[in-house]
């Protein structure tokens, strides 16, 4: 793969272009694209057209740039987390009729949470997470789940990394998050309120795969102030979870 005269190759750089974008980006002019990349224009103009041919890429109606359907063919051919959303789907969709809010599943991808999937009522009460979009995992009911649930090692290296406040009430102390792990893997869930978005709770249990394993985070935002009983809530997201393991279990594509 040719390089550039900086040394980046056109991989990276294609990178680049496709990390311009997340969920408060989801169009961008091709100045932007090439300021977000930190490219020449002449070299973001000339890769964003390439990959508009390719489908890779697609301009919306008002002429701006966001990622065109052909990544989406591309990321639901092989993904696994593409797998695991749609055997949890179903178990999710009882779990959302009961609360009436939002519901979504999560994974751990280093430092962040990778939501995979998510349902929203019309009157739910907003927060930040979005399909596809990465939440910080300190902050999150779900990335805690899966980081008590995770090696130690794992825990350690990233309590040794950045820990950023979201909110005023965000835990950014090593020595509070680890008693919160120690309490997550006590009461087999995370329940967190306004560490992302003020007004907002979070409940979040673990889904385990067939070899017990802690692999996703199935959890639900609701409203702090408008909000049914945690317990009932609680009994839903573990018969939800406890489903979900069964038919991983039963799911070749999870063997092994």
Same mark, same amino acid.
């Given at each position: 793969?040719?390089?550039?005269?900086?040394?980046?190759?056109?991989?990276?750089?294609?990178?680049?272009?496709?990390?311009?974008?997340?969920?408060?980006?989801?169009?961008?002019?091709?100045?932007?694209?090439?300021?977000?990349?930190?490219?020449?224009?002449?070299?973001?103009?000339?890769?964003?057209?390439?990959?508009?041919?390719?489908?890779?890429?697609?301009?919306?109606?008002?002429?701006?740039?966001?990622?065109?359907?052909?990544?989406? /063919?591309?990321?639901?051919?092989?993904?696994?987390? =593409?797998?695991? $959303?749609?055997? *949890?789907?179903?178990?999710?969709? &009882? %779990?959302?009729?009961?609360?009436?809010?939002?519901?979504?599943?999560?994974?751990?991808?280093?430092?962040?949470?990778?939501?995979?999937?998510?349902?929203?009522?019309?009157?739910?009460?907003?927060?930040?997470?979005?399909?596809?979009?990465?939440?910080?995992?300190?902050?999150?009911?779900?990335?805690?789940?899966?980081?008590?649930?995770?090696?130690?090692?794992?825990?350690?290296?990233?309590?040794?990394?950045?820990?950023?406040?979201?909110?005023?009430?965000?835990?950014?102390?090593?020595?509070?998050?680890?008693?919160?792990?120690?309490?997550?893997?006590?009461?087999?869930?995370?329940?967190?309120?306004?560490?992302?978005? /003020?007004?907002?709770?979070?409940?979040?249990?673990? =889904?385990?795969? $067939?070899?017990? *394993?802690?692999?996703?985070?199935? &959890? %639900?935002?609701?409203?702090?102030?408008?909000?049914?009983?945690?317990?009932?809530?609680?009994?839903?997201?573990?018969?939800?979870?406890?489903?979900?393991?069964?038919?991983?279990?039963?799911?070749?594509?999870?063997?092994?």
């Amino acid at each position: 793969m040719a390089n550039s005269p900086s040394g980046d190759s056109m991989i990276d750089r294609l990178v680049r272009v496709l990390a311009s974008f997340d969920p408060d980006h989801q169009s961008l002019s091709t100045d932007e694209i090439a300021e977000r990349a930190e490219l020449p224009k002449s070299t973001a103009y000339r890769l964003i057209g390439e990959m508009m041919r390719h489908d890779l890429l697609q301009r919306d109606p008002n002429g701006r740039i966001r990622i065109g359907v052909g990544m989406w /063919e591309l990321s639901n051919r092989a993904s696994d987390a =593409v797998d695991l $959303a749609s055997v *949890a789907r179903p178990h999710m969709m &009882g %779990v959302h009729e009961f609360v009436g809010e939002n519901t979504q599943l999560g994974i751990l991808r280093e430092r962040e949470v990778l939501i995979i999937e998510r349902m929203s009522a019309p009157n739910a009460v907003i927060h930040r997470s979005k399909t596809a979009g990465r939440l910080p995992a300190h902050a999150s009911s779900c990335g805690l789940v899966l980081l008590a649930y995770a090696p130690k090692h794992v825990r350690e290296a990233y309590l040794r990394g950045p820990l950023s406040a979201i909110t005023e009430k965000t835990t950014t102390d090593p020595a509070a998050l680890r008693k919160m792990f120690t309490s997550i893997r006590s009461h087999h869930f995370a329940e967190l309120s306004g560490h992302i978005d /003020e007004g907002t709770t979070g409940i979040t249990v673990p =889904v385990f795969d $067939a070899g017990g *394993a802690a692999i996703a985070g199935l &959890g %639900v935002v609701i409203d702090s102030e408008h909000r049914k009983g945690v317990p009932a809530i609680m009994r839903v997201l573990r018969t939800a979870s406890a489903r979900i393991t069964q038919d991983l279990t039963a799911d070749r594509r999870f063997a092994g």
